[in-house]
């Protein structure tokens, strides 16, 4: 089995809902995303797939995050705009985007600081 990780990031202010704390109100990260995918085989120039390529189709999911106000973007307009639900939800985007590929999503990390970190993975 091979695994490929990329790394990519956003600036995004958010706020939690419902929480009992400083993170409550409006506050911002400069997010990295780490995308981990998995492959048995590799194509006929021996890649599982192009870090390029990888790398555009992750950074083409985040894109929307950019710059925003998390809790103004779908689905986290209904969601809180956590690390746990940014992670899930670039996991589930990742997976439609690489349904087609060689390669399979096996897990988002989403780092809000140096220090704090969420990862996503099916069992």
Not at 30 to 36: A, I, L, R, T
Not at 57 to 76: C, K, M, R, T
Not at 105 to 115: A, K, L, N, R
């Amino acid at each position: 089995m091979y695994e490929l990780t990329v790394e990519v990031g956003f600036s995004a202010a958010h706020q939690l809902r419902a929480y009992q704390g400083k993170c409550e109100k409006m506050h911002g990260h400069n997010w990295k995303v780490q995308v981990n995918v998995a492959s048995h085989e590799l194509n006929e120039l021996d890649l599982a797939i192009d870090f390029h390529d990888l790398k555009k189709i992750a950074g083409d999911i985040i894109q929307p995050l950019d710059h925003s106000f998390l809790n103004e973007v779908f689905p986290f307009t209904e969601k809180n705009p956590s690390s746990e639900n940014i992670a899930k939800w670039i996991f589930d985007s990742m997976k439609k985007k690489l349904s087609h590929k060689t390669v399979q999503i096996s897990s988002v990390t989403v780092w809000e600081s140096g220090t704090a970190s969420a990862s996503y993975y099916e069992d």
